[in-house]
């Protein structure tokens, strides 16, 4: 974790010291890191990094769509239409309403005023033509999969690992409340972050030395104490998969479960941009000048 007070420079050190040197972008110049050569890729797992497109959801996301729209396109109700596993996309014609081609609703331009969104009538917001939406399996056409959530859906499709695997996932990373079929440009910035995390668990593991570095900006903000033991969890999934994980973190409860702790300050602004303390969490609560250490002392004081 890397701590500090609003302003010590912990955005600054793992945004623009570590990944954007690592991606060679303009403006990093002149700064020299060690220990690339030990990771295969730096990944930045923005808050807001999955886009606005009304096409792109949970399902889609996570690549369980495909193997969905597979299981309905070789239903025999669906040879029997002529469909195939294409006509169970958003993106081509064929299934999708063409009204509004597949994404259920319908912008409304104003002159004067924002524009206004709404539900397509020809379609109902159902996003498919009556000949997608009349092939069933196990009782539930396809847009009523996209409204199960990922808890439901785990159940509805056991069986089918192409599908579950993927939603497994979801559901270790604490999402499986959300919907099948919500558009990801819906979602908060911590389950946004969650959602690019369950795209790589169940991956294979790295090879010895040659792991991810995750970088992570507050991932619990917003977060239930129990959905942060949750994404503990997952995060240590990542790192037994050989990865490593870095997290600009203010909760002490999840800084002071971390493996290392990077603390700056000793204040923000002027006064931040220096190394107070580092070292595992217990080490770093011995340090009186630390603002981070003071609040792990109370964590790790007797009872």
Not at 59 to 77: C, E, N, P, Q, V
Not at 176 to 204: K, N, P, V
Not at 212 to 234: K, N, R, W
Request: with cysteine; glycine share 14%.
């Amino acid at each position: 974790c890397v701590s500090g007070v609003s302003g010590s420079g912990k955005s600054t050190l793992v945004h623009k010291c570590i990944h954007d040197v690592y991606r060679g972008k303009s403006g990093t110049s002149g700064v020299e890191l060690a220990g690339f050569d030990q990771v295969s890729d730096v990944v930045l797992m923005r808050q807001g990094g999955l886009g606005r497109s009304g096409r792109s959801n949970v399902a889609t996301y996570t690549k369980a769509w495909d193997a969905i729209r597979k299981l309905y396109g070789s239903h025999r109700d669906a040879r029997a239409a002529g469909l195939g596993p294409g006509d169970f996309s958003f993106n081509r014609a064929g299934g999708r309403c063409e009204t509004c081609e597949g994404l259920g609703t319908l912008l409304i331009e104003m002159h004067f005023m924002a524009d206004i969104e709404v539900v397509c009538e020809s379609c109902e917001g159902r996003r498919f033509g009556e000949k997608a939406l009349g092939v069933e399996y196990l009782g539930k056409n396809i847009f009523r999969v996209l409204n199960l959530t990922v808890a439901e859906a785990l159940v509805f499709f056991e069986g089918k690992r192409t599908i579950t695997d993927k939603l497994a996932a979801l559901a270790e990373v604490g999402l499986g409340y959300l919907r099948l079929g919500q558009t990801t440009s819906t979602l908060s910035g911590g389950e946004a972050q969650r959602l690019m995390l369950a795209g790589y668990l169940g991956g294979q593991s790295a090879a010895v030395g040659k792991g991810v570095l995750f970088v992570f900006d507050e991932p619990t903000v917003g977060l239930h104490l129990s959905d942060v033991d949750v994404l503990l969890a997952a995060l240590r999934r990542v790192i037994q998969d050989g990865h490593t994980v870095v997290c600009v973190e203010h909760n002490i409860d999840f800084i002071a479960r971390s493996d290392h702790v990077i603390d700056l300050g000793p204040d923000g602004g002027d006064g931040g941009g220096e190394l107070v303390a580092q070292g595992p969490p217990h080490i770093v609560a011995q340090v009186a000048e630390s603002w981070t250490g003071r609040f792990l002392a109370e964590v790790f004081a007797p009872a």
